[in-house]
């Protein structure tokens, strides 16, 4: 199993370019997630889904866009980024099995840099 | 609004040394307390994990001590090794949100020999 899957790894926009970034699981987890993470900020969440179909706003949701149309892919696009939007996107995901302490499994990162 | 406060932001340990990662957290409706360890270039992985039921949890060199009166929760790494120089996370979340966590900013750990 190759666990999620993030692409791409890398890349440079300049400002008001627009770009989609595609995150993949293969362990038919319900729960997926994107995150961004800055210097001294921690992880913060930008929205969510909670199944095919789902998408709901986190703590920082402003300026992206989501969509769920497969259980296992989960999109975040950027309609015209700002450099305020340069950081490190990470997509978890995690089951509803509670019992499983909610554990997400996340992604290696796409590094975004706006210029 | 920071809900989860960890500190230090930066810790510097001897080899062998214990490390203390410490954390606040504010909504009493929180009953789910992991730990995520990150190495550089990598994603955050679940370390260990306690629920206010018990006060302390302990996985080989990692444990969790959990005050749920001050509302803190803190990750000791015992005989600290060069391997485990990384970023810490703590994060909690409410019972019933769907696994919505709130993390801390992290710690950077670095362990010398």
């Known amino acids: 199993n190759a666990g999620v899957t993030q692409t791409p790894k890398f890349r440079v926009l300049k400002t008001g370019q627009s770009m989609t970034l595609l995150c993949a699981q293969d362990?038919?987890?319900?729960?997926m997630y994107w995150y961004r993470q800055d210097p001294g900020m921690g992880l913060r969440l930008i929205h969510y889904?909670?199944?095919?179909?789902?998408?709901a706003k986190g703590e920082v949701p402003d300026g992206y866009n989501v969509s769920r149309l497969k259980k296992q892919n989960f999109l975040l696009g950027l309609e015209s980024a700002a450099p305020s939007q340069t950081s490190v996107y990470f997509c978890?995901?995690?089951?509803?099995?509670?019992?499983?302490?909610?554990?997400?499994?996340f992604g290696p990162g796409t590094r975004l840099t706006v210029l | 609004q920071q809900q989860v406060k960890q500190s230090p932001q930066s810790l510097i340990v001897q080899k062998g040394g214990i490390s203390i990662i410490n954390c606040a957290y504010e909504?009493?409706?929180?009953?789910?307390f992991p730990w995520y360890q990150q190495f550089p270039g990598k994603g955050p992985a679940l370390l260990i994990a306690i629920r206010p039921d018990v006060s302390e949890k302990k996985e080989g060199r990692f444990t969790i001590s959990f005050n749920k009166s001050a509302k803190q929760f803190s990750l000791h790494i015992m005989d600290s090794q060069p391997g485990d120089s990384a970023t810490y996370f703590c994060?909690?979340?409410?019972?019933?949100?769907?696994?919505?966590?709130?993390f801390g900013t992290g710690t950077r750990l670095q362990v010398t020999l």
């Open positions: 994060a909690s979340t409410p019972a019933g949100t769907a696994s919505k966590l709130t």
């Open positions: 889904s909670v199944g095919e179909g789902t998408t």
């Open positions: 362990m038919n987890h319900e729960y």
């Open positions: 909504n009493t409706a929180f009953d789910y």
């Open positions: 978890a995901s995690s089951t509803l099995e509670f019992s499983t302490y909610n554990e997400q499994f």
